[in-house]
């Protein structure tokens, strides 16, 4: 794919999200119908969230620097976990609206017309959700699969409010249609609840559980191999795009700078092939096998999740930092 394929994806969805916002808003002022305000609403929150994911995507891909020496990438995290608060904004605002007009009651018309408006919406709305998440996928970008997904729930959100436009017209029973926008209402406050967390898990370089065991693989697979002896205090993260492993890696003593190096660097090799379409960058801190005599007081302030002893359960060394202790380091 161009490199450039991200930023014609963001592009196409901001004049999208326009689009929408004025089909809606149409569509709503001809029918009264709250359940189509409430997918209104979702779409100016939409072209608000799009903007700073514009932005953010821009941004991720510029140059690490003096400042930013591990790169802008975080910033797609940030993105995400406010698209999120955004949607939340929304879900509290189709509440209020849709209460109100169940108090007061709805007053309807011209509703087959909002239907077919609110119907050709969402079907544009589905084939560009899912052309984000697939770009964002291909090219590791979360800021893109963050926005697909929100264009998604955009798109259940008009899918609902048309079936619930439809009930109404069939039946006549007009109080259905602010009890649709309150289910809509629901189910976009549990899509803005999960893009905030998995946006959290990213700021506190929570480590992704299913790369944990390809990397152990390869780090005992050179131990197996003789290659090393041991190895202690792995760690790694992502930041978007961009995947950072640490690791010890023991090796006898009498083993020349040279002869380590190239181990270290073969084993580095093999971890960054784990994950093709990232970068990786890993770092490696070759020791002698005789640890503890280099090392007497351990690694203070260092937590080795990864940590095996003989029984084969995972421990903590016994340098490892208290749990709860803020000078730990953040595991991945």
Known sequence: MPSDLRQTAMTA???????????????????????????????????????????????ARQSPDRAHPYGHGKIAYFSAGFEGAMILSAAAFIYYSSILELIEGPDLKHLGLGIIITGALCLVNLALGLFLVRVG????????????????????TSAGV????????????????????????????K???????????????QADPSKTPLILKVLDEAVAQGRVTDYHQLRHRQSNDVIWVEVHLQVPGETSTDTAH??????????????????????????PEQHDAAHPQGHPGLHDAYAVQASGTNAPTPNAAPPGDPTASAQG
Request: net charge negative; charged share 10%.
């Open 137 to 156: 996928r291909s090219r590791n970008s979360l800021i893109l699969v963050a926005n697909g997904k929100h264009v998604l729930t955009d798109m259940w």
């Open 162 to 189: 048309v079936i619930g436009v439809v009930i109404v017209q069939v039946t006549n029973y007009v109080w259905l249609d602010p009890i649709v926008a309150i289910l809509v209402a629901t189910n976009i406050l």
């Open 191 to 205: 899509e803005g609840i999960g893009l905030i967390h998995g946006a959290s898990k990213g700021l506190l370089d």
């Open 262 to 287: 190239g181990i270290a660097t073969s084993i580095e090799d093999a971890i960054e092939g784990l994950f093709p379409g990232f970068i990786v960058n890993v770092t490696s801190h070759v020791e």
């Open 13 to 59: 969805s901001l004049a999208t999200a326009i689009l929408m916002l004025a089909g809606k808003m149409f569509a709503y002022v001809m029918t009264g119908s709250a359940a189509i305000l409430s997918d209104a609403a979702e779409s100016v929150v939409h072209i608000a969230a799009t903007g700073v994911a514009g932005f953010s995507l821009w941004y």
